[in-house]
């Protein structure tokens, strides 16, 4: 075990299945969609894997769409956007499109004939900063500390753990603050990770199983943990089965303001909904061409 054994632990709140959605018979996703108010200020992850090009160039407003890469990927993802950008996101690297007032982006397999595994993530942003500036922030998987312990290791892809911080906290411009872990146990191996008091928790299954409970393995869902109210930090324990498990944990502050979407947009009113689709009729997103 490795982590924060003296604090309290988190129970449980639910283990929710994520249902497989394919995009168009070659790629698809596992998808976590539940009660906003348990995940908060995340929207939701898709769990994907890739091997054509399903989406065209699209908008996003009030949220950010981020893009989580696994380094197991045989290829990366090209990125391309209307505040300029066109890069590869290589296999384990993070890329954070936080559109703000709105902007469009598209991403595409580098190599369509390779598969490319990652996680898409759905983060919401507080009314204060809807209107910001669209950008697009990256961390390299070269980057991104990694924490090795007994039983297992972990990387740091957004926000810290154990002292370790990752680089996109250095960037003031990210505007909301989470953290993202990578881990990987093996079978029977666990960790502690620290969780503040009132903050949403979750870890997602990518492969393997996690221990719910002394012998019963879960796989391919997502544990939900109970917000804890006692001041200071708790832990959430991440425990492999009888398989080695892989996963990416979620944690942060929420945000308690009304959510509204509206397909790519995440406003707080239907209102807010209606303005996004006028700002993107009117070109205020900008243009992007589909690429193929």
């Avoid at 969609?33 to 929207?43: G, H």
């Avoid at 397999?109 to 390779?114: E, L, Q, R």
């Avoid at 002394?214 to 009888?242: L, N, T, Y």
């Avoid at 080695?244 to 909904?273: K, W, Y």
């Amino acid at each position: 075990m490795c982590g924060s054994e003296l604090r309290p632990l988190l129970a449980v709140k639910a283990v929710v299945e994520m249902p497989y959605h394919s995009f168009d018979g070659i790629s698809g996703a596992n998808m976590l969609r539940v009660d906003s108010r348990w995940i908060d200020p995340f929207i939701g992850v898709d769990s994907y894997t890739l091997r054509s090009n399903p989406f065209g160039p699209h908008p996003h407003a009030g949220m950010s769409a981020v893009s989580l890469t696994l380094p197991e990927s045989e290829a990366g993802t090209i990125n391309r956007d209307t505040m300029g950008d066109h890069s590869l996101i290589s296999p384990g690297d993070l890329h954070w499109f936080q559109a703000g007032r709105g902007a469009m982006h598209e991403e595409t397999p580098a190599a369509p004939a390779k598969t490319e595994q990652g996680l898409q993530i759905f983060v919401n942003l507080s009314r204060a900063n809807k209107g910001a500036d669209p950008v697009g922030l990256r961390v390299k998987h070269a980057d991104m500390p990694n924490v090795n312990f007994e039983g297992g290791s972990l990387r740091v892809v957004a926000g810290e753990f154990d002292g370790q911080r990752s680089p996109i906290t250095q960037d003031a411009r990210w505007l909301t603050r989470v953290n993202m872990l990578d881990v990987t146990l093996q079978a029977g191996a666990s960790v502690d990770i620290p969780v503040n008091s009132g903050d949403n928790a979750f870890f997602v299954i990518r492969s393997g199983t996690f221990e719910h409970v002394a012998g019963v393995d879960i796989a391919g869902a997502a544990i939900i943990f109970e917000a804890s109210d006692v001041a200071g930090a708790s832990a959430a324990r991440i425990k492999a089965g009888s398989q080695r498990l892989r996963g990416v944990f979620f944690s942060g502050t929420p945000i308690n303001e009304p959510m509204f979407s509206g397909g790519p947009f995440m406003g707080n009113t239907a209102d807010d909904i209606m303005a996004y689709k006028r700002a993107f009729s009117r070109g205020e997103m900008g243009h992007l061409e589909a690429s193929v």
